[in-house]
């Protein structure tokens, strides 16, 4: 499928693996929708056994709900559907080293693919993430650069290095991913046996919810749905830029205060008006949820049997806040695993 620039048109080069647009300097993307045939899974060179998530369903807040359990996934997040094909290309490219930011998952998923496949592998990630996964990042054989400060200059520090001439594997500006993404989708049309009413997704970038959301749009344009699920994203109030793009048109005044849910405390999503764009043509939406509600959602799906990290807990919340609007069947991602976080 034709990938291309989103800014001047440019198709993404034959050779090299550019995390943007050499000509403009933007994003690239698929310049027209996913299809059915283009799935990933069935053409990787790299994979380590990544999706088949299974779906289980629990009678939380008086309703039947399905968790799809993306925690389960190699390395402990839904990451590992996109690294999979993102990693795929560079091997395809004839790439034997590359960098990568990231605040734990997308580098431990990253390392673990790299190693696979032969990959040299640095990950930058800021000095607050999350020590089960700066250690698994190391596991697998990756170089770790800890960066001081907040999330950004961690991706800050890795655009520097970009800049010198390494490869950025990036899993935000680059779009490879997204189609490994979108096969959730597609797994949760097949175990639900129909297409579900709403999926609540936790969102940093958001890229998980963009691929997701295509591969419904996918279903849709082959008649095997009827209409689109409705996408909630759920952010951490301390730093939930979608959300106010979303709610306010703008992004301008964003914090990037500290949050238990570390994975989506990214201050600028890069692919952020394509997120909004999408959600609101589902008919959904995006809610940012306190602090003060994380833990205690956390602890709440351990109590159903589910062990997630504080990220994904997000969705405990915005499911309470969101159950009664939400058509049925409704879906919550569970994106990372509790083993990955240590308080």
Sequence with gaps: MKIACVNCGQPYPDSGVPYKCPNCGGLF??????SLNHNPSSINQISLGE???????????????YFKCEYLNPTGSFKDRGTSALISLLVSRGIKEAIEDSSGNAGASFAAYAARAGIKA????????????????????????????????ASEAVMQAAESGMIYASHAYLPFNLPGYATCAYEIFEQLGCEP?????PAGQGGFLLGVARGFEALLHADKIQQMPVMVGVQASACAPLYELWKNGTMDDIQESPTVAEGVRTRWPVRAKAVVEITRRSGGRFVSVDEAYILSGRDALARLGFYVEPTSALAWRALEESILTLPDPVVVVLTGSGLKYLS
């Design 29 to 34: 993307d698929y310049a027209e929708s996913l």
């Design 51 to 65: 999706g088949n998530a299974p779906l289980v369903d629990a009678k939380v807040f008086g309703r039947e709900v």
């Design 122 to 153: 640095r990950v930058y990630a800021p000095e607050s993430a999350s020590g089960p996964k700066r250690k698994q990042i190391e596991a697998y054989g990756a170089e770790l650069i800890l960066i001081s400060g907040p999330r950004s200059k």
């Design 197 to 201: 009413g709403a999926v609540v997704v």
